[in-house]
């Protein structure tokens, strides 16, 4: 994209033979007399980075303009000056001035502090977006009763050693609490060992918790440490515990309890000092029932309980879910989007069994399909299917889900649905332009989405 460079200098030569230099090197010019024609450029338009004159006649000095450019905008700013003293440019510096160029204006020095500033600018952006997603990524958002209990367990329980099941649905932020334990507690200064006990192959997770010598098994072609070994004098999250196979639960028992293993293929013991922490979505209980969770494991591991609730039981935490979470979009050039009062009253009335998850997803996908700023209630509607209370994934063009399996009226109505979503996609939710794309007439084609739960009665 072309960037923006506002030159503001009340010499006319300077500003022409500026923009004429930054015009060739590809960047836009917009030029500024007087700072206040600055400031209210700087308001209306995107721009980039500022060249400021230090000497700016009668009016508002370069100084006092840059003073307030940095109040209000994150970008750099390149002073420039004929009458430049070292004391000027110090005080420039202090104020926040990116770089000092002395009149007359090197073409080669003032092209090299343009392509510093506007790259300093473009680290500082990544620096920020990053910091959003690792400070987003553990903060527990929310502070609805039960999010504020929950918090509370946390900061009682993180600065122990007790061992911690943090159980609760999929997507409600099993793998956060875990996170906001870890920092919170005494070993934040080292890392926290995570094993997903659902993702390693049954065959593999006996060398991937306690790590394998050289030769111990074909393709063993060196010896590993495991997870235990490196989660010692730190925490081990054990995710997913309830899909781990009793033969595992078995092996994991025992080093739990004795804090003692041996590698794959070894003969030494190694001993360990680690605190566990487990997650889950299953009802154990009724897995030990089953057979399928071993009792002595669950007791070991349940020292704490710690239960995250589902989005339904703390819906208003869905404006500040909704802040936070468009936050971490800010990568994707979707900063300025918002959702409205409505469609914030819409999303609080959805029952949301994908919980943060499928709100997160939900989110990124209406802020992408919606050409609008403001995102509204019509689009969340769109976007969410009313009567089932489940979220409706838009298609990708081209693209059909398969039907359910029932009868000919079931596959049609299916079929009408899928076909009339991507339609009304396709024409941005505008009803009239669809009818039109797809030869119906407006008022049958709005009867119609209401019939399929894509528009809800009341509209
Ligand atoms: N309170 C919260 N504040 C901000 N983001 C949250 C919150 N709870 C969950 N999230 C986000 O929702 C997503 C799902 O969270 P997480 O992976 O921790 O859920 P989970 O309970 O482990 O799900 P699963 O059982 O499916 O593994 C993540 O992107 C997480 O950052
Ligand atoms: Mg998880």
Redesign the pocket.
Known sequence: MTKQILIIDDEDSIRETLSGILEDEGFQALCAESAEVGLTLLEDNSVDLVLLDIWLGDNMDGLTALEQIKKFHSLPVIMISGHGTIETAVQATRKGAFDFVEKPLSYDKIILAITNGLRFAELEKENRILRDKTS??T????DSPI?SELKQQIKRVAPTEAWVLIR??????????AQAIHKQSLVANRPMIEVNCAAIPEELIESELFGHEKGSFTGAHSSKRGKFDQADGSILFL??IGDMSLKTQAKILRILQEQKFERVGGHKTISVNVRVLA?T?KNLEEEIERGNFRADLFWRLNVVPIT?PDLCERID?IEL?VK??MKGLTSRGLENKKFSKKAILRMKAHSWPG???E??NFIERVAIMCPSDTIDEEDVKLFLSPAKGTSVTPVPSGAMRPYSAGTFKDAKRDFEKEYLRKKIQENNGNISQTAEQVGMERSHLHKKLKSLEILSQES
């Not at 903060?139 to 929310?142: C, K, L, N």
């Not at 609760?168 to 609490?177: A, D, F, I, M, P």
């Open positions: 987003g990524s903060e527990i958002t929310g999010i609760g649905n999929h997507g409600t932020g099993k793998e956060l609490v995710d997913e997650a979505n995250v935490d879910l936070a979470l919980n943060v998850r709100l997160r």
